[in-house]
């Protein structure tokens, strides 16, 4: 079965961080471009953050830039988010994918919760 899973998320105070990581079971993702977006209630998807399969080329969306991370650990399958300066606006389920997103390879997410 290939899946993402995402975990770290939890509830944080304005200006907290949280690190969260993405292990990509049952996938090679070492070879793939891989992103992370959000879905905050009741609003659709917001792509976040990417990064290319050797780490080395990383880009953001406007609003996360010079606070959000993205960083992989290929020997670990495992790609991460670094967030920080968290704020209220950021709450939102946080998910994984390839670039292009791999359609059966969606995982729960993991919930962020900024409380000001």
């Known amino acids: 079965q290939v899946q993402s899973v995402e975990s770290g998320g939890g509830l944080v105070q304005l200006g907290g961080s949280l690190r969260l990581p993405c292990a990509a079971l049952g996938l090679t993702s070492s070879s793939k471009t891989m992103t992370w977006v959000r879905q905050a209630p009741g609003k659709g998807l917001e792509w976040v953050s990417e990064?290319?399969?050797?780490?080395?080329?990383?880009s953001y969306a406007d609003s996360v830039k010079g606070r959000f991370t993205i960083s992989r650990d290929n020997a670990k399958n495992t790609v991460y988010l670094q967030m920080n300066s968290l704020k209220p606006e950021d709450t939102a389920n946080y998910y994984c994918n390839t670039n292009p997103p791999i359609p059966s390879y969606w995982g729960q997410g993991t919930q962020v919760t900024v409380s000001s």
């Open positions: 990064v290319n399969s050797r780490g080395d080329n990383t």
